[in-house]
């Protein structure tokens, strides 16, 4: 999600959901790792996959990974419906 227009500390959303507390642990550890070797980035893990909600703050881009519960509640996509949707895969 492309939110640069409309915040000022970041530029893009990713947000993505994960069945599991170690599939969202595996998602978050694999966008750090992915991200360092490929772009030369660090990323700051914060939250407990166990609460559902874990977020990788790369500066730029900041992916927010959810359990579906979580998701659900926080409706992350309908804070942010000013920015714009750039892809969307179910």
Known sequence: MDIKEIASFTDYFVICTGTS????DALANSAIDDIRKKHKRKGKKQGNSRDGWVVVDFGDVVV?????????????EELWEEGKV?????
């Open 21 to 24: 507390d170690r599939m969202l």
């Open 64 to 76: 927010h990974l959810f359990s579906p519960d979580q998701r659900g509640y926080y409706q992350i």
């Open 86 to 90: 750039l892809v969307r895969l179910q």
